[in-house]
Every structure is written in C-alpha cells, then in structure tokens.
C-alpha cells in the first residue's frame, strides 16, 4: 500500500530536503506527490526547460525507499504565458479577461494553452521516462472550475453542437426554440447561454455537457503523451468528491485508477456520511478501488480556517477511506507553507517544520495500513445496493430545482444516510450501469429520464429487484423536453401510481402524513406529488382535508419486484431509516450488524470470500456494538466476546475467526 505525502521541495531550501525525506521515512512513507504547480520552476521561460532540481529533489527521496507521482503543472500557468499569450485567461461573461495570478484560470478552448500545456507534459514524460522512484502521473489538479465566454469557446460550443445535432433542425427540436421565438437559423447565431435564471433550460443544459467535454478533451491531449512517453508509469487524477462541476465518469474513463481529494474537517465533530458517500462514487466512477490524493492534516483554510484535527481524527478519517475501497493515502500536505495563499491551509508538520501529534499521528496509521495491507489486498466493496448518481440532472435541476432549496446533492443524502446508518454497503452508478447485479436501486430525482433508463429499471423490477424512486422523476427527456405523458412517465406501472397533479411548498407550509404500513408521524415539506395508486398501496397519505385522496408513499408489487415511491421530502430522519428498514427486508437485505448511532460500518471482501468489517466511532464518546460471531480486531490482537467498546474515534477491523 502506498502511503505518503502531497510534498512541495521548492517551497524549501535544498539542505532541507534530507531532513524531510528522513522524517519521511521514520514515518513509513513511501510516496509523495510532486510539481503539480511547479510549471515556472520547469519551464521559466518559453522553450528552456530546467529539471535539475527536480532530479536532486527525487534522488533524496529514491535513497530512503520513496517513490513520487508527478502532477502536470498545467493548472496554475506561468506569468509568461499570459504575458505572451493573452487569450489563454479566461474571460467572464462581461466580456473582461481574467487578471493573471490565482490558478486554473485558463480557457480550455485556446489552442495556444492546449499547445504550450502538451508541450511541457511531454517535456516532463521524457525527462522522467527512466527516473526509478516516479511511478506514475497526476493531471493537472482538480479540473472543474467554471467556465470561459470567450469567442474561441463561443465557436467551439458551436462545433461541438453540430457534432451532437447535425443539422440546426435537430437543435432547434431538441431545444425546443419555437418557445419565445428563439429559433435560430445558423450555427453562427448561437451564443454562450448567460444566466441559470433565464435562459433555455436545454441550452443550459448543453453548455454544462460541453464544458464537461472541454475538461476530459484537455486532459485526453495529456493522457496521449503520457501514455507514449512513459508507458509503464499509471495515469490519475484527483478528483473533488461530491463535486459537480463535470460529469466525473467521463473524466474517470480513461485514467488507470481514480483519486480524490477528502477534507471533512471544517466544523464541530459530525458523522462524516459526506466522505462516506463521496469515496463510494469515486469508487463507481471506475467500478473499483481508489486512491486519496490529498487528505485533511491540519486546520485548511486561505483566509479564515478550519479547526484542527482532534486527536485520533487524522487516523480515523483515513480509516474512513480505507474501509471504502481507498488502497492509496496520500496526506495534504507535508508542511505547512509559509508563504502564499494556502499559509494557513496546515501539514502534517507546521511553519516550523517539527514532527509533533499530527506527525506522529499519521506515522502510526501508516504503520498499521502497511500492517494491513497483505490481508486487503485484492479486497473491495460488495454491494446489493446501488444508488444512480446522474450529473446531467444535477445540470438540469440547477436551471430548474422546481422548489425552493431543490438540490440534487441534498435528496441523494437523505437515502444514502440511511443506508449508512443500516451498515449497508452501497455502489454509486451511472444512470447507464448494470442494475441486474443489485437487489436495490436507489433513484433519487431521475428529472432527466431517457425511455431506455426507464425501461431498464422496469425490467429490474419485474425480474425481482427493488426500486425506491422519488419526486420529479421522469419529468424530461435527454435533451430537456418535458415528456407528454402523467407522470412518472415509463417508471408508472413498476410503481403502481400516477402523478396528475403536484406543487412546490413555500417554506413556512407543511403537511402531516401518516401510515398503518410505514407506521409514524412525519411532516411533508419542500414538495408535494399528488400520487394516484393504480395497483400501489399506500404507506403514508396525507392528513389536510384536501390531499387525503392521494397519497404521499406508496410500495408496489410489479412482476417478483417492488417498486417505492416517495412523493415530497420528508423532514424526519427516521422516516428514511424506517423507509429502507422496509426496503431492505422487502429486498432479502441484512445487514451484518446493527449499529449504534454515531458507528459506521462497511465490509471490504475478496472473490474467495475472505471479509473484513471496518468499524469507525465518528463520536467524541464512547459506544458499545454488539458483535455477534467470533472475531479478531487486526488492529489491537483482541477477541471480540459479543460486544465491542469503540473508544472516541476509534477503529476496529474485524476478521472472523
């Protein structure tokens, strides 16, 4: 396992750089991530390459068993290219260019950036080629920070659409322009959609998938050189978790293997479900096991900061990722920079450059994942429950949320949350996947229906899976068009119910419902579908005297499946625990343990049928799980005995005996 440091030498003196390997290796570090905003410091000026510090800095570290992942540096340009080569920055929507000095400022249709960044990714690659210690390539960094209006990205939205279109016809009926009159006649006429507040949902839509495009082409111009000049070295990129700037499983394609970038301490202690559910799409993004790129060690923060780890946190976040399907972990960073924006954005060492707690810290996690490390290998994530993740409906809902406060992010973590706290393993999957491998499938807000999705998860119910569906589903069809049917469209006879009517709620109105089969009750708020059960039965219905002939949450039987439905947003918690305690038992799911609040759990097998529990107290306190079965905890050699105490952020493996 590879276990290491985000490491920065030319923020240091070279008599330094000894020092920080040694410790380094103390520590039970065997890579680092280097040079991905080192762009200057290789190229200084235009065409005149200098590696030679690079060298020195990478042949201390291959002394003491280190080995390196190099960043293409194109993410934070030199002054020289937007000095030379204006048309590189960005340019906002009022026509004004960006002002050189932060980073990721570039715009991705300039040819000349395209050029001058494929110029030094090859540089780098063949200079690197044969360096024993580099293993392999980080893209640029974290790719996905808006977008360009310039006119060189107008023109290419253009030729991007006829590429999708064909012929303006096609656009006009995809776009549905005959709406305001907005029917355009030529290519030329089509502009950079402006604002999410007024212009063509459909347009928007598009442009939100063309920038995508831009991303994953710019990164693709790397992957060629990479993929040539060094053939033998492995390709990522870090990726930002929930994220949803981009559509990530493009970007994921081609790369080897997937990293993220996890930092969840910000406020007071929480259970960390956010990471949870992040590190399960970077898993799906790929189908398989991932690296953390960069990882919290300190207070993060440019102006104002976070607070800092507490003590056993930096062990317990990166136990989180592990018990995910992480195989590589990789701290942010090595030592705090003492210059700069991100001065107080913290290391594992501080400005004084001593190894202390969060040091010491995550030596001892590095130890015990090296400890770990034979037992997992080859081990990941089995689940029977898979939630789709559709970032075009992120996209759509963004122009059109429907209600105040609609976000896709926010729904998806209500049915994640309690799948979390059931202890159930969950896969993150693209609308297109394989549902046949899963018992559940979890489908929040699938507002962008296409009729073959539809169709797909019909089938999946009718040959015996179990859908949970819930507000404006099936509402638009790929391209944005409302479709003309009741809805949910395709999804209604797996569900059971039609939809003819339903309206968003203002915040201060709500409404009661309850339930002799989801027994509670709970307050409906946000959104109302007005469901009419055709072969449903209702779980909850509404008590107001004008919503009690329909209902609220429904459960079919469609072929040997059930088909759920939510129709508003529940405010309670526990009716979503209470949902998918049904759910589950409906679907033959059973969770190995049951687990207190505050406990997560996930269950990391090989194909031989070899498993290990992960166990993490995300709580300040004490708490006490029941543990049926004989166990060993591979952490501390004990036994478990029917329960087992988790100490304040504690971790316990579990192997059965």
């Given at each position: 396992?590879?276990?290491?440091v985000?490491?920065?030498?030319?923020?240091?003196?070279p008599?330094?750089w000894?020092?920080?390997a040694t410790?380094?290796?103390?520590?039970?570090f065997?890579?680092?991530?280097?040079?991905e905003?080192?762009w200057v410091?290789?190229?200084?000026?235009?065409?005149?390459?200098?590696?030679?510090w690079?060298?020195?800095?990478?042949?201390?570290?291959?002394?003491?068993?280190?080995?390196a992942?190099?960043?293409?540096?194109t993410?934070?340009?030199?002054?020289?290219?937007?000095?030379k080569?204006?048309?590189?920055?960005?340019?906002?929507?009022?026509?004004?260019?960006?002002?050189?000095?932060?980073?990721?400022?570039?715009?991705f249709?300039?040819g000349?950036?395209?050029?001058?960044?494929?110029?030094?990714?090859?540089?780098?690659?063949?200079h690197?080629?044969?360096?024993?210690?580099?293993?392999?390539?980080?893209?640029?960094?974290?790719?996905?920070?808006?977008?360009?209006?310039?006119?060189?990205?107008?023109?290419?939205f253009?030729?991007?659409?006829?590429?999708?279109?064909?012929?303006?016809?096609?656009?006009?009926?995809?776009?549905?322009?005959?709406?305001?009159?907005?029917?355009?006649?030529?290519w030329?006429?089509?502009t950079?959609p402006?604002?999410?507040?007024?212009?063509?949902?459909s347009?928007?839509?598009?442009?939100?998938?063309?920038v995508?495009?831009?991303?994953?082409?710019?990164?693709a111009?790397?992957?060629?050189?990479?993929?040539?000049?060094?053939?033998?070295?492995?390709?990522?990129?870090?990726?930002?978790?929930?994220?949803?700037?981009?559509?990530?499983?493009?970007?994921?394609?081609?790369?080897?293997?997937?990293?993220?970038?996890?930092?969840?301490?910000?406020?007071?202690?929480?259970?960390?479900?956010g990471?949870?559910?992040?590190?399960?799409?970077?898993?799906?993004?790929?189908?398989?096991?991932?690296?953390?790129?960069?990882?919290t060690?300190?207070p993060?923060?440019?102006?104002?900061?976070?607070?800092?780890?507490?003590?056993?946190?930096?062990?317990?976040?990166?136990?989180?990722?592990?018990?995910?399907?992480?195989?590589?972990?990789?701290?942010?960073r090595?030592?705090?920079?003492t210059?700069g924006?991100?001065q107080?954005?913290?290391?594992?060492?501080?400005h004084?450059?001593l190894?202390?707690?969060?040091?010491?810290?995550?030596?001892q996690?590095?130890?015990?994942?090296?400890?770990?490390?034979?037992?997992?290998?080859?081990?990941?994530l089995?689940?029977?429950?898979?939630?789709?993740?559709?970032?075009?409906?992120?996209?759509?809902l963004?122009?059109?949320?429907?209600?105040?406060?609609?976000?896709?992010?926010t729904?998806?973590?209500?049915?994640?949350?309690?799948l979390?706290?059931?202890?159930?393993n969950?896969?993150?999957?693209?609308?297109?996947a394989?549902?046949?491998k899963?018992?559940v499938?979890?489908a929040p807000?699938?507002?962008?229906?296409?009729?073959a999705?539809?169709?797909?998860?019909?089938?999946?119910?009718?040959?015996g899976g179990?859908?949970?569906?819930?507000?404006?589903?099936?509402v638009?069809?790929?391209?944005?068009l409302?479709?003309?049917?009741?809805?949910?469209?395709?999804?209604?006879?797996?569900l059971g119910?039609?939809?003819?009517e339903?309206?968003?709620?203002?915040?201060?109105v709500?409404?009661?419902?309850?339930?002799a089969?989801?027994?509670?009750?709970?307050?409906?708020s946000?959104?109302?579908d007005?469901?009419?059960?055709?072969t449903?039965?209702?779980?909850?219905g509404?008590?107001?005297w004008?919503?009690q002939?329909y209902?609220?949450?429904?459960?079919?039987?469609?072929?040997?499946?059930w088909?759920?439905?939510?129709?508003?947003?529940?405010?309670?918690d526990?009716?979503?625990?209470?949902?998918?305690?049904?759910?589950?038992?409906?679907?033959?799911?059973h969770?190995?343990?049951?687990?207190?609040?505050?406990v997560?759990?996930?269950?990391?097998?090989?194909?031989?049928?070899t498993?290990y529990?992960?166990?993490?107290?995300?709580?300040?306190?004490?708490?006490?799980?029941?543990?049926?079965?004989?166990?060993?905890?591979l952490?501390?050699?004990?036994?478990?005995?029917g329960?087992?105490?988790?100490?304040?952020?504690a971790?316990a493996?579990?192997?059965?005996r």
């Amino acid at each position: 396992m590879y276990i290491g440091v985000d490491y920065y030498p030319e923020h240091w003196v070279p008599e330094r750089w000894e020092t920080d390997a040694t410790l380094m290796e103390q520590a039970g570090f065997n890579v680092v991530r280097l040079a991905e905003f080192a762009w200057v410091m290789m190229e200084p000026e235009e065409g005149r390459f200098e590696f030679g510090w690079l060298d020195d800095a990478l042949a201390i570290l291959a002394r003491h068993g280190i080995s390196a992942i190099l960043g293409t540096p194109t993410a934070a340009m030199p002054a020289w290219v937007a000095r030379k080569y204006p048309e590189t920055l960005q340019m906002k929507q009022d026509g004004m260019r960006d002002v050189w000095g932060v980073r990721k400022q570039n715009c991705f249709s300039s040819g000349a950036y395209r050029l001058l960044s494929e110029r030094i990714t090859r540089a780098m690659a063949e200079h690197f080629v044969d360096t024993t210690n580099v293993i392999g390539w980080q893209t640029d960094n974290e790719f996905g920070s808006g977008s360009c209006c310039c006119e060189s990205c107008r023109n290419t939205f253009q030729d991007w659409l006829r590429t999708r279109y064909s012929t303006v016809d096609e656009l006009n009926r995809a776009w549905g322009t005959h709406f305001w009159g907005h029917r355009v006649q030529t290519w030329g006429e089509i502009t950079i959609p402006a604002n999410k507040e007024s212009y063509n949902p459909s347009a928007l839509l598009d442009w939100e998938r063309f920038v995508s495009w831009q991303n994953v082409r710019f990164q693709a111009d790397q992957l060629r050189i990479l993929r040539q000049a060094c053939p033998q070295h492995f390709v990522t990129h870090n990726f930002m978790g929930l994220n949803n700037s981009l559509n990530y499983y493009d970007l994921a394609a081609e790369l080897d293997f997937v990293t993220w970038d996890n930092y969840p301490v910000w406020g007071a202690p929480d259970v960390r479900r956010g990471s949870s559910a992040a590190a399960d799409l970077m898993r799906g993004l790929k189908g398989q096991n991932y690296w953390i790129m960069e990882q919290t060690a300190g207070p993060g923060g440019w102006g104002s900061m976070g607070r800092n780890p507490r003590p056993g946190e930096i062990r317990s976040v990166a136990f989180q990722q592990v018990a995910h399907g992480a195989d590589g972990m990789v701290w942010f960073r090595w030592r705090t920079c003492t210059a700069g924006r991100e001065q107080y954005w913290h290391g594992l060492l501080g400005h004084d450059g001593l190894p202390l707690r969060r040091y010491e810290e995550a030596a001892q996690t590095a130890r015990e994942l090296h400890a770990l490390a034979p037992k997992l290998a080859g081990t990941t994530l089995k689940s029977e429950v898979g939630m789709i993740y559709d970032y075009e409906v992120v996209w759509a809902l963004q122009s059109q949320p429907a209600f105040n406060g609609n976000d896709f992010v926010t729904d998806f973590m209500r049915y994640y949350s309690a799948l979390f706290n059931a202890g159930v393993n969950v896969d993150i999957l693209q609308p297109s996947a394989d549902f046949t491998k899963y018992k559940v499938i979890v489908a929040p807000q699938l507002y962008l229906l296409p009729d073959a999705v539809a169709d797909a998860l019909t089938a999946f119910v009718q040959a015996g899976g179990v859908l949970v569906s819930d507000i404006r589903t099936g509402v638009k069809d790929a391209s944005g068009l409302c479709h003309e049917r009741t809805l949910p469209g395709r999804l209604s006879k797996a569900l059971g119910i039609e939809i003819p009517e339903y309206e968003a709620m203002t915040d201060n109105v709500t409404y009661a419902i309850t339930g002799a089969l989801l027994t509670g009750d709970f307050t409906a708020s946000k959104f109302a579908d007005w469901i009419t059960p055709t072969t449903a039965e209702t779980l909850s219905g509404y008590r107001p005297w004008h919503m009690q002939p329909y209902a609220a949450v429904t459960r079919n039987r469609f072929g040997a499946g059930w088909g759920y439905y939510v129709g508003t947003v529940v405010q309670e918690d526990s009716f979503y625990d209470a949902l998918f305690a049904d759910v589950l038992e409906k679907a033959g799911c059973h969770p190995l343990l049951k687990l207190p609040n505050g406990v997560e759990m996930t269950v990391r097998s090989s194909e031989n049928g070899t498993c290990y529990i992960f166990l993490l107290n995300h709580l300040e306190e004490p708490v006490e799980v029941t543990v049926p079965g004989d166990y060993c905890n591979l952490l501390s050699g004990e036994v478990t005995t029917g329960s087992l105490k988790l100490e304040r952020f504690a971790v316990a493996v579990l192997e059965p005996r």
